[in-house]
């Protein structure tokens, strides 16, 4: 039985979904074996998550936590590897069938590239690769040939949309958005709210970073970039709507006016198992949708008025070029920074604006641009905030 499970590598296995990927594996051990887990920080945790899965590979991005992970494993015939270039080399070894990328940010690049070229399936979670260099991705992606499946809950559920249809044309691809915990407050009051508040996502149980991006409505533009690169799409084929309930989890609307729409209960372990299986679908004892309980499903218009972040990214995608890796970067420090109190909720808005508008523009980047324009924006930001 074990030869034939899949091989699975999680990037990231410390945070949300990471967490979550390993109860899918936990609750399908038959099909699924861990063969490497890789986290950024939180060594204690990886070594726990190490010792129950028994993987064999483990990195830890933080070099500084690699004796600690060495040592508490040393009973184990776990290799044990540290550094941003060994997590790059872990997602494309060998036996590995599925990569799920589950970290968080920028660092997701590297990697995924890595396990692109290696020919992995890839398990998508970390957006910001395909915001940051999704034309990048997608040339590499088409060049390897490798399957990349959509863990976000919203292109999970327009790729669930899409089975079955060949190549009748989309029209639209409609994202619903919950409006996160500041949905129906003014501008007046968001010019007040805090880190603590904004941490408090009504409907998804999530990390902090993103759950900050949820609150600013970043989340939703970041999504509506990772739409155009995983479905082709132009930019004025994607729409949003705010649909406070989380059920409908997004659309597709074809050429003659259908609308398909997936629906469940928010539960990402649902759009990571589906990425482990696709086109196969797994009995689960996941709650069901009960529509007695739901009875409810509305819709308002995003207001990009109070939620600025949504109008820059769409700008940012019709910009193009490094543009929206420009929006990542500066995203990044900002909510790092809001996340200490260091600045308030909409200044957020204000500062990215500044570093999109002042930041050096290239309209065909390549790898090292890129990586460069992360590393300029990195810093222009800070400056700015130190000025603010
Ligand atoms: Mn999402």
Redesign the pocket.
Known sequence: MSDIKKQIAILGSTGSIGTQALKVIAENSSLFGVFALTANNQVDLLIQQARIFQPEVVAIANDIHYQKLKDALADLPIKVFAGDDAIAQVAGMQPIDIVLTAMVGYSGLKPTMNAIKAGKKIALAN?ETLVVAGELIRALVSEYNVPVIPV????SAIFQCLVGEGNNPVEKLILTASGGPFRTKSLAELEYVTSAQALKHPNWDMGAKITIDSASMM?KGF?IIEAKWLFDVAPEQIDVVVHPQSIIHSMVQYADGSVKAQLGLPDMKLPIQYAFTYPDRLQTKFPRLDFNICTQFTFERPDTERFRNLALAYYAMKKGGNMPCILNAANEIVVAEFLKNKIRFLQMSDIIEDVMAKATFILQPTYEDYVQTDAEVRLLTKKLIEKS
């Open positions: 957006k976000d809950s919203e292109h989340n999504e």
